[in-house]
Each structure stands twice: as C-alpha cells, then as structure tokens.
C-alpha cells in the first residue's frame, strides 16, 4: 500500500523491504484519511509555556510540527497492534477505531515529548551563536551538523515516538559539550575525530546497501549508536541505556554487512 499524498493505492513492489516500508507510510496516510484532524481540542490544551516552546520549530510553522505529531502519534497507535502492522479490512476498521479514540491523548503525548527537545534546541542555537573563538569552529561545524541531523521539518515522525525521550538527551549533550568543549579542546578534537571515522564507515555501509534496506530497523539502529557514542564521548554524565564504543559499532556494522 503505497502513499500518494491524498491517496493510496495498491501497488507490486520489488522487494519484501521495499513493501514493508512503504505499506508502513501507506497505512498511516489511509487512517489520516479517514481521521478528523482533532486540532481544535489539541489547541485548547496547550499551555502557553508548550505554545511558545512550538513555535521555534524546525518546519518553520506550527500547522506543520502538529501534523508531524499527529503522523507520529498514528505510527505509535499502529505499532499497538500484534507484530505493528494493519492486515486487511478488519484490522484497518479496529485500528481506525483505536486512532479515532485515543489520537487526541497521543498527539499530546507527543507534544510532551517535543516540546523539551524544541526549547533545549534553542538553547544549544544560542550558545552555538555565540561560539566565535577561531579555535572552537571545528567543535562548533560538527555540533551545528549533529544538531541538524536531530531537528529537520519531520522528525518528530522520522524519529518516532519511543526514541524521541533519546532525542532530549542527545541535544542535552551539545549543551553539555558547549559548556566543556573550550577548556577541553584537544580532548574534543580527538573525540570529534572519532565520531567522524564511525559516520564515515557507517555512510559507506549504508550506500552500499541496496536502497530498499537502508529503512531497516537494524541500519537505523546504527544511526542511533553513533549518537550513544556521542554522548559517551563528550556527555558522558547523562549516560547511555546500553554500552556503546566504536569496537562495539564497528562489530555491529560487521554483523549487518553478513546479513545483508
């Protein structure tokens, strides 16, 4: 099932990966399709602190983050759902039931979620902003990237609704590294120097995969590795859910190589 913008149609895909990520997206258009956008009700329960805080957004409009929350919040309802995925009418009419029901509690939900992440990114702008010693651009380019990699017009669903808390801690960590980074530098060098050769490696291994794999969730998971091993390396007081290093990265791209 394959989204058209105002459609969707039933379409032969090419691979068993390229069917499972576009049936995906083609799912979530078809509820939004046949869901009201709730955003009177969403609207009136904003607080003027989540009001201001959505306004400095990446999209560069509030209608647009709030479709994103409303597109991430469906994703969330869907993956409810035995093995996350809508087979058939039946489970289609139950799910558009469940999206109906409780979109309007999970949009906010979002919302919570966000709404740090946005203040937080402001907060790292500034202090980046104000970054002017000659010594420090090196720092300041890979730190402006990362952060533009964590906040783009459709993260909030690219990312998806358990990994956005991560997001929090991750621009957490450039405020962390900001503050350390110039009494660090060499030590910040080198840790930027390692970062940079796992992103090369991890590029490379992700153009070599056939396009249809690049969604998987094993290549994404990557992704976020390298961000874990960010935090180590220049945050490491915020702490990782699990124990991350370049070897440890470097095995695990190997492992995917075999796979795929």
């Not at 068993?16 to 997206?25: C, G, H, N, P, V």
């Not at 590294?177 to 390692?194: F, I, K, L, M, Y």
Request: neutral net charge; charged residues 25%.
């Amino acid at each position: 099932m394959v989204d058209h913008g105002d459609s969707v149609a039933v379409e032969v895909l090419s691979s068993e990966q390229e069917r499972d990520a576009a049936t995906k997206f083609g799912v979530r258009r078809l509820l939004l399709l046949n869901t009201t956008a709730p955003w009177k009700r969403v609207l009136a329960l904003l607080t003027n602190d989540q009001r201001l805080a959505l306004a400095h957004n990446p999209h560069g409009n509030v209608p647009d983050l709030l479709q994103d929350c409303l597109a991430t919040a469906v994703d969330s309802i869907v993956a409810q759902r035995p093995g996350g995925k809508v087979l058939g009418r039946e489970d289609f009419d139950e799910t558009l039931g469940m999206v109906r029901a409780h979109v309007v509690a999970r949009v906010m939900d979002v919302i919570e979620l966000v709404e740090p992440v946005l203040v937080l990114s402001r907060e790292a702008e500034l202090l980046l902003a104000a970054m002017t010693s000659p010594i420090m651009a090196p720092a300041k380019l890979d730190m402006q990237a990362q952060l533009g990699s964590l906040l783009y017009p459709g993260f909030v669903a690219d990312t998806g609704f358990s990994r956005l808390r991560h997001i929090q801690r991750y621009v957490r960590g450039i405020l962390l590294r900001c503050e350390h980074a110039p009494g660090r530098v060499t030590r910040d060098s080198e840790n930027t120097n390692t970062v940079a050769r796992v992103q090369k490696e991890y590029d490379a291994l992700v153009a070599a995969l056939p396009p249809s794999r690049r969604a998987g969730a094993d290549v994404r998971d990557l992704r976020w590795m390298i961000e874990e091993l960010r935090v180590s390396l220049f945050a490491q007081t915020l702490g990782t859910p699990r124990p991350v290093s370049e070897k440890r990265i470097y095995k695990a791209m190997d492992r995917l190589e075999d796979e795929a």
